[in-house]
């Protein structure tokens, strides 16, 4: 099975920036789309970017201008670059893969905290 490993979160101050990976481990396998969603303490989980396959991107409303959904070239990772963060940014980011026969991936999640 495809396995997603992320990286790149921290604790970072308002105003600062971050940037998330979000990896494939077997690339032979298709992929469908990839994104990233997020959950903060007592809260669901909500959809902060996708990046489909035929290159669309989404993003939430509180996001848009600020973050940035991209993919690289062998197509099975992305990142999410994240500027002028906010405290209300702080959440579990967690990075997703919709792969054939509608399975669903999920990694184990990354911290991200804007605190002064």
């Known amino acids: 099975q495809v396995q997603l490993v992320e990286s790149g979160g921290g604790l970072v101050q308002p105003g600062g920036s971050l940037r998330l990976s979000c990896a494939a481990s077997?690339?032979?396998?298709?992929?469908?789309?990839m994104g990233w969603y997020r959950q903060a303490p007592g809260k669901q989980r909500e959809l902060v970017a996708t990046?489909?396959?035929?290159?669309?991107?989404n993003y939430a409303d509180s996001v848009k201008g600020r973050f940035t959904i991209s993919r690289d070239n062998t197509e099975n990772t992305v990142y999410l670059q994240m500027n002028s963060l906010k405290p209300e940014d702080t959440a579990v980011y967690y990075c997703?893969?919709?792969?054939?026969?509608?399975?669903?991936?999920w990694g184990q999640g990354t911290q991200v905290t804007v605190s002064s």
């Open positions: 077997r690339s032979f396998s298709p992929i469908y789309a």
């Open positions: 997703n893969a919709v792969l054939q026969y509608s399975v669903v991936l």
């Open positions: 990046f489909s396959r035929d290159g669309t991107t």
